[in-house]
């Protein structure tokens, strides 16, 4: 039984993380209806640009929050500069485009930062708990804490303060949104610069559990966040939330505990997600859309 | 259409055979090769094209039926002593086959997750293949170098009129053109018939189509079913030209590429597709050549695609439309 929940609670901080950057992919896909595949690469991006400001010698927190901040305006200025000016095309030319971004990113980083495996220091400490038998890692709790923080001061936000309900209304209906006052494409660029951020927490603590991480970071994280952000329902922010987690246990458990499975985890996990998807179409907690001719 | 319109249209594909049928004359050898490699894309796009461009449907996933026709290529030329072109139509059922069945379930998903159910497929294909060693000979994949089936250009062809020698690599090329060619003119077909018109009616407003009688999920299915048969063909005649399947050449990148050589030659268009194909096989080359510093081509083939949608959002195809559009419609009003 120890054995079972150890296996939960290493699922939950790795699900913890899936569930960081699908919440992102969630927030964009919410405000302008797409599916940004460079989300990773964005990531693992400011992930090597924290490396670098602790590299210059900067304090772990000033060059976290610093991180944040960057990849806050980085996020603005690549909806800024390339996402609405291909807004108004089909779907395919906007996913194309985030395609194009995230090869270009992963080359990016594989020039700037010469391809090489850099190591990023964990912001919790090492120490490990036994708690009736199951051991805890303080890097675990760590991150199930961040990620639970996150999402609720991200709930606060879109749920008690004005611009997180103009973000809201920009997203439902830009139209009346705009009629109302509200500055619609602003409140895109926002969001995908809270996405950024969001993707930066996610490459900050996930690099630390890696051992070594290089350019190719964030491209099996953002394969299971889009899993569990297609779980829970794109729509749905508490879906990314409870995909993220409920993947991270079940694919701890199904590769633990299922001895066919054990090298066919991810393909297990993403058949499961199917299955689920033709019961429930629009994920566990998707709102599905009534649509007038 | 009028009469000269269908001429004039008659004119352009012969135009465009001629091309392909003597282009070789003035190629390296090598360059056949490539250029067979842009026929197995352009078959490929085709394929997704009726899928993505005329019903609407997104797929992430068309590098698992060019997987399943490239291994079923591959296992009958060399576990069941096949000649290596007549696989290719069985691999194409085949991949039909898969297509129909995985469309009919994935039906009940709308746009997004249905994109993202079959970027799940292409993502798990490579580990699929591998953990079934017995059939796919796992990661080190099947060889077909020494396989009888691979068989070449008959006797009689290999010098043609005109002095000609033709190699392997130009063998490949006319395979691949010819097929290409007769699929070309099938998406055409496709295109223009009743079927095609309600594929077209499902993209544009799904209720409204499905309130004029079309009735969806056949026809849906039918679609995934025919774009996989194009990738299954794709994939056989990849499997043909490398003499070699092995599950790294089936990764997600593979899928995405088709999508993106779709975008780039424009979706719903038919004959531009083919500057789609050739971005795929020329665009990695050129940045290569630019600089091969880690990470600099990556950098240029991202910024290249970038530039590429934002000045084109409708590819290639879209360009022409827009160039030949008001020339044509001014010249030869429809009647």
Redesign the interface.
């Not at chain 1, 095309?89 to 030319?93: E, H």
């Given at each position: 039984m120890a054995d079972v929940l150890q296996q939960v609670v290493s699922g939950i901080a790795s699900g913890g993380v899936y569930a960081l950057l699908a919440l992102a992919i969630v927030l964009i896909?919410r405000s302008t209806g797409v599916?940004n595949f460079a989300q990773g690469e964005m990531a693992m991006f400011s992930t090597f640009i924290c490396w670098e400001l602790l590299d210059r010698g900067l304090p772990y927190w000033v060059a976290f929050f610093l991180t944040l901040a960057i990849s806050f305006v980085g996020g603005v200025l690549i909806e800024r500069l390339?996402i609405q000016?291909?807004s108004r095309?089909?779907?395919?030319?906007v996913?194309?485009?985030t395609?194009?971004?995230?090869?270009?990113?992963?080359?990016?980083?594989?020039?700037?930062w010469?391809?090489e495996q850099r190591t990023l220091e964990s912001p919790f400490p090492s120490d490990t708990f036994d708690v009736g038998g199951v051991v805890i890692a303080a890097q675990d709790l760590g991150i199930i804490a961040v990620s639970l923080a996150l999402v609720l001061v991200l709930w606060a936000f879109f749920q008690r303060t004005r611009v997180g309900l103009a973000l809201r209304a920009a997203a439902l209906n830009p139209e009346s949104s705009r009629l109302h006052g509200v500055r619609v494409s602003r409140m895109l660029a926002l969001g995908w610069g809270l996405a950024a951020v969001l993707g930066a927490v996610a490459g900050i603590l996930v690099a630390p559990t890696q051992g070594s991480f290089d350019?190719n970071l964030m491209l099996p994280v953002l394969?299971f966040a889009?899993?569990a952000?297609?779980l829970g329902g794109?729509d749905s922010p508490l879906g990314a939330v409870v995909g993220g987690v409920v993947l991270g246990v079940v694919l701890n458990l199904v590769g633990a505990y299922v001895d066919f499975f054990a090298?066919?985890r991810?393909?297990a996990a993403?058949?499961l997600?199917?299955g689920i998807?033709?019961l429930r179409?629009?994920?566990l907690f998707g709102r599905s859309v009534v649509?007038r001719? | 259409m009028t009469a000269f319109r269908y001429a004039l249209r008659a004119l352009g594909f012969a135009l465009f055979v001629a091309i392909v049928v003597f282009l070789p004359f003035r190629l390296s050898d090598f360059r056949a090769s490539e250029f067979a490699l842009i026929g197995i894309y352009f078959i490929a796009i085709l394929g997704l094209n009726v899928l993505?461009g005329y019903t609407g449907v997104?797929s992430l996933g068309h590098g698992a039926f060019m997987a399943l026709g490239a291994y079923t290529t591959a296992i009958l030329v060399t576990d069941h002593g096949m000649r290596d072109i007549w696989t290719i139509p069985l691999a194409g059922l085949l991949a039909a086959a898969a297509g129909a069945a995985f469309g009919l379930?994935?039906l009940?998903?709308?746009?997004?997750?249905l994109?993202?159910?079959t970027?799940?497929?292409a993502?798990?294909t490579p580990?699929?293949i591998?953990?079934f060693d017995g059939l796919t000979g796992g990661s080190g994949g099947i060889n077909l170098f020494e396989a009888d089936g691979i068989t070449g250009l008959p006797e009689f062809l290999v010098t043609l009129p005109g002095g000609k020698v033709l190699s392997f690599n130009d063998w490949l090329y006319y395979l691949t053109w010819t097929i290409a060619l007769v699929l070309f003119a099938v998406a055409w077909a496709i295109h223009h018939s009743r079927f095609g018109r309600s594929l077209r009616a499902i993209r544009d407003?799904?209720?409204?189509a499905s309130?004029s009688g079309v009735w969806l999920a056949s026809h849906k299915t039918l679609a995934f079913s025919i774009s996989a048969f194009y990738a299954g063909v794709a994939g056989s005649l990849l499997a043909i030209s490398a003499f070699s399947v092995q599950p790294g050449a089936f990764p997600v990148e593979r899928s995405?590429a088709l999508?993106?050589g779709?975008?780039?030659g424009g979706?719903g268009s038919l004959a531009p597709l083919a500057a789609g194909a050739a971005f795929l096989v020329f665009l990695p080359q050129w940045a290569q050549d630019i600089s091969k510093?880690?990470?600099?081509?990556?950098?240029?083939?991202?910024?290249v695609?970038?530039v590429l949608?934002?000045v084109l959002?409708?590819g290639v195809g879209g360009l022409l439309r827009r160039i030949t559009g008001p020339l044509t419609s001014r010249l030869y009003p429809r009647s």
């Open positions: 896909y599916v390339l000016t291909v095309s089909q779907a395919i030319t996913v194309t485009v395609i194009g971004l995230l090869i270009l990113l992963n080359g990016a980083a594989a020039w700037i010469k391809g350019q394969i889009f899993a952000a297609v794109l090298d066919l991810l393909p993403l058949f997600i199917l998807l033709l179409p629009n994920g649509k001719v | 993505t997104i379930p994935a009940r998903l709308s746009g997004p997750y994109a993202l159910a970027f799940g497929v993502v798990a580990i699929v591998k953990k407003n799904e209720i409204a309130a995405i999508l993106v779709l975008a780039v979706l510093a880690p990470g600099v081509p990556a950098v240029i083939y991202g910024a695609l970038i949608m934002i959002p409708m």
